[in-house]
C-alpha cells in the first residue's frame, strides 16, 4: 500500500492534527472490522445511533467506555460455561475490541441490549459558546439629519445606533405632524 502523505494539511490547516491523525491511524490499522457487525445511523443533525449484532453475548460479557473523543465497545465470552458439543458452531462468540474517534462534544446519551442488539445513542452537545449566534449590525447615526429628542425621550434612545433612513422616516414624518 502506498503511503499518504499528510503534510501539506498541516501547512495549510490550523487544528488539524487530530484529523490527521485518525486518518493515519485508520491507514494503519489491519481491517478487522467485520466482526461483530455494526450500523452506524445519523438520526438528526446532532444524534446518532450505532447498533451491533451480539448474538451470543449476554449483556454482563459486553463492555461500553466512553473517554473523551473515543467510544470503546468490547464482548468477552465468559469461559468455561459452555459443556456443549457442537456438530458445527456458526455464530461466533470470539472476543472483540471494537473503537470509535468521536467528534467534540459528542457524548453517550444510553445503551439498550434487546434481542442480541447492542444500541448505543450518541448526541453531539455543543456548549452554549460553541453554538452559532446572530450578530447584530450597526450603522453610525446620519450626520446630514441629525435626530431630534423631545425632553421625555430616554437617553438610551440618544444612544442606540440608527436603522437605516428608510426605516426611520415615517417616525420623523409622524413627529414633524405632531409638533
Known sequence: MRA???????????????????????MRTPDDSSY????????????????FAVAGFRPDEL??????NQLTVSGRK??????????????????FDRRFELADYVVVRNATYDNGMLIIE?????PEAMKPRRIGIRTPQVASAPQQLSDDA???????PAANDAAQEKPRRARRKAA
Open 78 to 95: 465468559a469461559v468455561g460455561e459452555d459443556t456443549r458439543h457442537y456438530l458445527h458452531r456458526g455464530i461466533a462468540t470470539r472476543a
Open 122 to 126: 450518541l448526541q453531539r452537545e455543543l
Open 154 to 160: 430616554p437617553l438610551a434612545e440618544a444612544n442606540a
Open 63 to 68: 463492555q461500553i467506555v466512553a473517554e473523551p
Open 36 to 51: 461483530p457487525p455494526y450500523d452506524i445511523e445519523k438520526l438528526s443533525q446532532d444524534a446518532y445511533r450505532i447498533s
Open 4 to 26: 499518504l502523505n499528510l503534510s501539506p494539511l498541516y501547512g495549510s490547516m490550523v487544528g488539524a492534527e487530530r484529523l490527521a491523525d485518525a486518518l493515519e491511524s485508520a
